[in-house]
């Protein structure tokens, strides 16, 4: 007789690690936004796993699977590879259980998340440029027995994601898409797995960071902001249940994550990290078809303020809502003032003003001043551009 190989959690599993992480990991709010719904022509909801405990969904995983494990296990510790979220949601339920936690990370892993896994006590090393590195490094450790906790590619770590799956089926039954990002794999696998199951009309369509997307035709390998869902080999059991379960995979660009951070930062009041944003990225960028409710999964928050910052300001700049430009005033009390009077009457603000006289074929008794506007759009940074040329200055963008 054929032994029957695994595909993935069941039903029962999944309704099983519910039960198990109740109480543990919250029950994460969903929103609904007029601004999303407005800018993409169709109902969007928000759920807010970047308000769940550790700031990602990864605890559900990590809960079910620290709860699953044999004493013998628990006294051999447990090791970890991740770009972060999956290091601290395994150190936090390592420390909830009692159980010492060894995490490996990429040396570039975001500070936030180094330092969040790091005070729920684990050991955190540092090692290799990416999560496939790091996870090499880990193996050491498993083959001198201690227990892997596998960020994806294991069946109860994916019953632990596939409790969102659940949530999402009652909290909004109607939706008719759920849009979750994809790494290597686990969290759209579980989610897949269950809303399949209990919801089977309800579309799950995968998101990938198109710089690092090994599962869509023609996606790169390469820097996202999205670490999250920086895996460049995705699991093999994951990939199974992916290529079973998801209606669609497709990917989206830094720069629409960028938007899609800044979107939910100014707009929804919710900070989330570019994996977590890559699902409201796909919303905007119109990669998601049908017009009915559509659910976006932020799943997780834990972005550096530095890149956050980075984000925001790049993010900014595109929507038109700086403009640097390049003018020339006369080099005589009052030259600058003059024309900073006749910028403040067009209730424009000026963030920075720099003289610049060298290296510039700059006429004698004049001076290059470079302005630093803040605008509302595209729009008004034309316009002022074409004010200032009606005023008599030559005005060049810089940006
Ligand atoms: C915020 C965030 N979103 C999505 C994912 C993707 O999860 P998976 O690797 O299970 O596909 C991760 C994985 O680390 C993550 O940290």
Same mark, same amino acid.
């Given at each position: $007789?054929?032994?029957?190989?695994?595909?993935?959690?069941?039903?029962?599993?999944?309704?099983?690690?519910?039960?198990?992480?109740?109480?543990?990991?919250?029950?994460?709010?969903?929103?609904?936004?007029?601004?999303?719904?407005?800018?993409?022509?169709?109902?969007?909801?928000?759920?807010?796993?970047?308000?769940?405990?550790?700031?990602?969904?990864?605890?559900?995983?990590?809960?079910?699977?620290?709860?699953?494990?044999?004493?013998?296990?628990?006294?051999?510790?447990?090791?970890?590879?991740?770009?972060?979220?999956?290091?601290?949601?395994?150190?936090?339920? /390592?420390?909830?259980?009692?159980?010492?936690?060894?995490?490996? $990370?990429?040396?570039?892993?975001?500070?936030?998340?180094?330092?969040?896994?790091?005070?729920?006590?684990?050991?955190?090393?540092?090692?290799?440029?990416?999560?496939?590195?790091?996870?090499?490094?880990?193996?050491?450790?498993?083959?001198?027995? /201690?227990?892997?906790?596998?960020?994806?590619?294991?069946?109860?770590?994916?019953?632990?994601?596939?409790?969102?799956?659940?949530?999402?089926?009652?909290?909004?039954?109607?939706?008719?898409?759920?849009?979750?990002?994809?790494?290597?794999?686990?969290?759209?696998?579980?989610?897949?797995?269950?809303?399949?199951?209990?919801?089977?009309?309800?579309?799950?369509?995968?998101?990938?960071?198109?710089?690092?997307?090994?599962?869509?035709?023609?996606?790169?390998?390469?820097? &996202?902001?999205?670490?999250?869902?920086?895996?460049?080999?995705?699991?093999?059991? &994951?990939?199974?249940?992916?290529?079973?379960?998801?209606?669609?995979?497709?990917?989206?660009?830094?720069?629409?994550?960028?938007?899609?951070?800044?979107?939910?930062?100014?707009?929804?009041?919710?900070?989330?990290?570019?994996?977590?944003?890559?699902?409201?990225?796909?919303?905007?960028?119109?990669?998601?078809?049908?017009?009915?409710?559509?659910?976006?999964?932020?799943?997780?928050?834990?972005?550096?303020?530095?890149?956050?910052?980075?984000? /925001?300001?790049?993010?900014?700049?595109?929507?038109?809502?700086?403009?640097?430009?390049? &003018?020339?005033?006369?080099?005589?009390?009052?030259?600058?003032?003059?024309?900073?009077?006749?910028?403040?009457?067009?209730?424009?603000?000026?963030?920075?003003?720099?003289?610049?006289?060298?290296?510039?074929?700059?006429?004698?008794?004049?001076?290059?001043?470079?302005?630093?506007?803040?605008?509302?759009?595209?729009?008004?940074?034309?316009? $002022?551009?074409?004010?200032?040329?009606?005023?008599?200055?030559?005005?060049?963008? $810089?940006?």
């Amino acid at each position: $007789m054929a032994i029957p190989t695994r595909t993935g959690p069941t039903l029962a599993e999944i309704q099983a690690a519910r039960a198990r992480i109740a109480g543990v990991a919250r029950v994460t709010p969903v929103y609904s936004s007029e601004t999303l719904g407005r800018l993409t022509g169709r109902p969007v909801f928000l759920k807010a796993e970047n308000l769940q405990r550790t700031g990602s969904f990864k605890v559900r995983g990590a809960v079910n699977k620290l709860a699953s494990l044999s004493p013998d296990e628990r006294e051999a510790g447990v090791v970890a590879a991740s770009a972060g979220n999956h290091g601290q949601a395994v150190a936090w339920a /390592a420390r909830e259980v009692g159980v010492s936690s060894t995490i490996f $990370m990429p040396e570039d892993a975001p500070m936030a998340k180094v330092d969040a896994t790091r005070s729920y006590g684990a050991e955190v090393v540092l090692a290799g440029s990416g999560y496939d590195e790091a996870q090499e490094a880990a193996r050491e450790r498993v083959e001198a027995g /201690a227990t892997l906790v596998h960020a994806f590619e294991d069946e109860v770590v994916i019953a632990g994601q596939g409790t969102l799956g659940l949530e999402l089926a009652d909290q909004l039954p109607d939706v008719e898409a759920v849009i979750v990002p994809v790494g290597g794999g686990g969290l759209a696998a579980g989610i897949a797995i269950a809303l399949k199951e209990v919801r089977p009309e309800i579309q799950v369509i995968g998101v990938q960071a198109a710089n690092c997307a090994p599962l869509v035709v023609g996606g790169g390998a390469g820097y &996202t902001i999205a670490d999250g869902i920086a895996v460049k080999q995705p699991g093999e059991l &994951t990939q199974e249940i992916l290529r079973e379960r998801l209606d669609d995979l497709v990917s989206v660009s830094d720069d629409e994550i960028a938007d899609g951070i800044v979107l939910l930062l100014e707009r929804v009041k919710l900070v989330v990290e570019g994996a977590g944003a890559a699902s409201v990225a796909a919303l905007l960028a119109g990669k998601v078809q049908g017009r009915g409710s559509a659910l976006a999964l932020l799943s997780g928050g834990n972005i550096d303020a530095s890149l956050l910052i980075e984000v /925001a300001r790049y993010s900014l700049t595109q929507a038109g809502r700086f403009l640097v430009l390049r &003018t020339y005033v006369q080099d005589r009390p009052g030259g600058l003032a003059k024309l900073l009077a006749l910028i403040a009457e067009e209730r424009v603000n000026v963030i920075a003003v720099q003289h610049q006289r060298e290296g510039l074929r700059v006429k004698p008794a004049q001076t290059a001043v470079e302005l630093t506007l803040q605008t509302r759009d595209e729009q008004q940074c034309l316009e $002022m551009l074409e004010r200032l040329r009606e005023w008599g200055y030559e005005a060049e963008r $810089m940006r």
